[in-house]
């Protein structure tokens, strides 16, 4: 197998030759007037894969880059590689400086470093590979070569493993990668290459564009090498979908299915014992389900459990990084670990209660494309209920929060690791009306223009969520001046005379509600003839849990499809004791707004010397289609009127 790497090694290099040398093309591959907007050039960026039969990958990676600006020598003047120790490797073989001036200077080793990458909460040990360049100029070059093998996921591993067994996939004998065809600076000419055995099937496809692709046999492999020149940045929009949802990008991949991922996964899990209980871990179970009146009520009191006891933080712990699960026993002892230790806890914990659950896989932030090459960065749990369906649980994402899985995971790809395997899901819409924010104001202008009354809110599900982190990101003792934040936005004169709010801990208690007793001095303008005021409930006074408001809406239309955090449903309702009045003059005006993906409804009216006010926005989902963008938008700027437009009226 060696031989036949390094025989395809010289094939590649012997095609590098037929180009010109590193030095023209830098030369000639244009300057600052060419690329108003670069800071450098990625002149080449090729890489060649060799597969073996156990999905062991080799790569020699040739990179060559020209700096236009100051800027670019700033920013190439030191290059790193990630690599994760555990399971891949990386050497740098050379660095060359081609100066403007013609000269060409061989970079000393004692210029490369290793590393530990800096770390926050996952400490797994990754590490970083630098280059340190020095001074660079504008008109200058750079030509790295790279080699790697392994893989990006660390896995179960033995450090008496032989050679190069610790580099091999997870899943034996299967070969995936994923390449980003874009980058923040132009790209003349993007090359991947990877030679397969014949033995193998690969599965791939390009995304969002084009790319020429070439396919020949040579001797026992094939090689599959695609290229596509002259690839610009994208323009990126505020609020869009991840990048890797729309950005050119090659999946490739030698497992057939998703079912077939979907049974490695469960039997990877099952092999190594994560989910085993221990006497310490069944007495924990029976001690929180003590009470649990229904089969929901024990497995939300089990989730919030793990949710809320199990620290996140994760550190190498040996076996089981990666797609393998820490076992129970070792999550429970250390009360800590990562996404999948949690999911893996809860899975534990709902076994030892008789539950059948399993892990499932997800990609939280992006979207998993319909090919089954290893899209994943979380891990979350299921339950099998006593009607046969599944149902998902996050108790990585749930910690004081009352839903059982985070509906901010809503419209997002998930695989299940389960015995008889299964397809790639997503998860639902989550309907509006779980995540209600409702703000209600019983309020009076007085004649000296001050607005005194109280303000009564209501959360459940993510509205919930973000009015409680108010308080559970806060110390106790922070808990009121949190709380006054909030209508400070309005006025830095307000006085709190009364304020009341549900324990922020006792999430599982019921919904948060939030009373508030206040008085604003010359809050309103009062002459002989008219009232100038903007109701307080129209104020877009807590905007924390009506992310839709920080949207910015001066551009008509999206280039691509956009997000908001979460489904929600804001009714908002004011009623104002006034002075006596005779009319009203101005009030802001909207008509009704419906679409696919917001709606809108409000008015004004005056009864009895009262001025009610009354609006309903809807967020319907969490990702949106570039189309939809105009019907979001209007919603938006329909309660932005309310809030900036001021009610007069006449005395």
């Known amino acids: 197998m060696r031989k036949l790497f390094f025989s395809l090694t010289t094939l590649f290099l012997i095609q590098l030759s037929c180009f010109a040398g590193p030095g023209d093309l830098i030369k000639n591959s244009g300057n600052s007037a060419d690329y108003p907007k670069a800071d450098y050039l990625v002149v080449l960026d090729e890489t060649s894969v060799d597969v073996q039969e156990s999905g062991l990958s080799y790569n020699t990676i040739h990179k060559i880059y020209k700096i236009l600006t100051y800027e670019g020598a700033k920013q190439l003047n030191h290059l790193t590689f990630d690599y994760d120790p555990l399971s ?8 060359t400086i081609y100066r403007k001036n013609g000269n060409v200077e061989k970079l000393d080793k004692d210029k490369f470093y290793d590393y530990p990458a800096p770390a926050r909460m996952i400490y797994w040990g990754a590490r970083k590979k630098m280059i340190d360049l020095g001074k660079l100029e504008p008109g200058d070059g750079i030509e790295v070569n790279l080699f790697k093998k392994g893989f990006t996921y660390a896995l179960l591993y033995d450090e008496s493993q032989p050679d190069d067994s610790k580099y091999i996939p997870p899943m034996r004998g299967q070969f995936y990668d994923i390449i980003e065809f874009w980058f923040d600076q132009p790209v003349l000419n993007k090359i991947y290459e990877v030679n397969l055995p014949n033995t193998k099937e690969l599965y791939y496809k390009f995304f ?16 599959y090498k695609f290229t596509k020149k002259d690839i610009m940045p994208l323009q990126r929009e505020r609020g869009m979908v991840a990048l890797s949802d729309v950005a050119p990008k090659l999946l490739l991949t030698t497992t057939a299915d998703w079912e077939a991922k979907s049974l490695w996964f469960y039997g990877v899990n099952e092999d190594f014992g994560s989910f085993e209980s221990t006497p310490e871990i069944d007495k924990k179970v029976k001690q929180i389900l003590i009470g649990a009146k229904t089969e929901m009520d024990s497995i939300s009191r089990l989730n919030h459990w793990v949710a809320d006891n199990i620290r996140y933080s994760g550190i190498s712990m040996g076996e ?6 820490h076992k129970g026993d070792m999550t429970f002892t250390d009360r800590c670990g990562v996404c999948k230790d949690k999911a893996g806890m809860l899975i534990t914990f709902l076994r030892a209660a008789g539950f059948e659950s399993y892990p499932a896989m997800t990609m939280a932030g992006s979207r998993i494309e319909n090919i089954p090459a290893d899209q994943f960065n979380h891990s979350v749990t299921i339950v099998k209920l006593h009607n046969g369906q ?10 004081f929060v009352r839903e059982e899985w985070s509906s901010l995971e809503q419209q997002q790809n998930y695989l299940m690791g389960v ?22 104001g019983n309020t009076s202008i ?13 959360a459940e599900g993510q509205s919930d969520a973000a009015l409680r982190g108010m308080f559970t990101r806060s110390l106790k003792p922070n808990w009121d001046q949190a709380l006054e934040a909030e209508f400070r936005v309005i006025s830095e004169d307000i006085q709190i005379l009364e304020m009341t709010y549900s324990d922020p801990y006792g999430h599982m208690e019921g919904p948060m509600n939030i009373s508030v007793k206040f008085r604003i001095p010359d809050y309103a303008i009062i002459t002989d003839q008219e009232i100038i005021f903007t109701p307080i409930v129209a104020s877009n006074i807590f905007m924390r849990a009506q992310a839709h408001l920080y949207t910015n809406t001066d551009s008509e239309e999206k280039m691509y499809p956009f997000r908001d955090r979460c489904s929600r449903l804001v009714e908002l ?9 005779s009319a009203a003059i101005y009030f802001p005006k909207e008509n009704d707004i419906d679409g696919t993906a917001a709606s809108f409804s409000g008015n004004y009216k005056i009864e009895n010397n009262q001025l009610l006010l009354s609006e309903t926005i809807v967020i319907k989902k969490r990702l949106f ?23 007069i009226l006449s005395r």
């Open 446 to 458: 007085l004649e000296d223009g001050s607005l005194e009354g109280t303000i009564t809110v209501f």
């Open 88 to 95: 891949a490797f990386i050497e740098i073989k050379d660095v």
């Open 625 to 647: 289609e570039t189309e939809e963008w105009s019907n979001y938008r209007s919603v938006i700027k329909a309660q932005q009127k309310f809030a900036d437009e001021k009610v």
């Open 573 to 581: 309702n004011e009623t104002i004791t006034l002075p006596v009045i």
């Open 419 to 440: 015995p008889e395997g299964a397809d790639l899901m997503i998860t639902p819409i989550s309907e509006p009306e779980n995540h209600p924010l409702k703000i209600t």
């Open 208 to 223: 969002h564009g084009e790319v020429n692709v070439d396919t020949r046999k040579i001797g026992d492999k094939t090689m």
């Open 320 to 325: 089981g990084e990666g797609y393998t699960l």
């Open 390 to 399: 599944y149902k998902i649980l996050d108790p990585t994402w749930v910690p």
